[in-house]
């Protein structure tokens, strides 16, 4: 019979059992596109940060577009800010969806670091791939953010 000793976490670690009851906080992302989003329908966010480990969740759904500019990058803040690295930028680290209610179609893509403090949508394959559902970049959101569309996104990253 092979006896295991328990297993102690190193010194510093955080334990399963804090893991475990550490709740969900609660932000409000703000959505932009050149100019930001002046209401919304729904505007929820979640995040949990395990030491400098951040990981984020949201949905928007717009109801007044305000003063976005079509054929710009949909771009969404972050609850806390970014550790500051020199090779930050383009980072992926989550995924999102933006559904385009007028058009009718989904566009998938990438989260991608954006700054000190905010996320910004990038495609996830190459639309030739996938003629059905067209992908932020590759088939190019080119429209601008309206009434009824929905951003979804989860990710993770290092907080400063």
Do not use: C
Not at 58 to 83: F, M
Not at 101 to 118: D, E
Not at 124 to 145: E, I, M, P, Q, R
């Amino acid at each position: 019979m092979l006896i295991v000793p328990p297993q102690v976490p190193p010194a510093g670690s955080i334990a399963y059992t804090a893991l475990a009851a550490t709740p969900a906080s609660d932000y409000l992302p703000g959505v932009a596109q050149s100019g930001a989003v002046s209401t919304y329908t729904t505007q929820v966010g979640h995040y949990i940060q395990f030491g400098k480990l951040v990981f984020f969740w949201g949905k928007a759904v717009v109801n007044n577009a305000g003063a976005v500019v079509a054929g710009n990058p949909v771009v969404v803040n972050l609850p806390t800010g970014v550790a500051a690295r020199v090779d930050q930028t383009n980072y992926v680290v989550g995924t999102a969806s933006l559904y385009d209610l007028s058009a009718t179609i989904m566009y998938k893509g990438h989260v991608v670091l954006f700054g000190a403090s905010s996320v910004v949508f990038f495609p996830s394959t190459d639309a030739s791939v996938d003629a059905t559902n067209f992908h932020l970049g590759a088939k190019a959101f080119t429209a601008a953010l309206a009434t009824g569309d929905i951003i979804v996104f989860s990710g993770m990253y290092e907080a400063a």
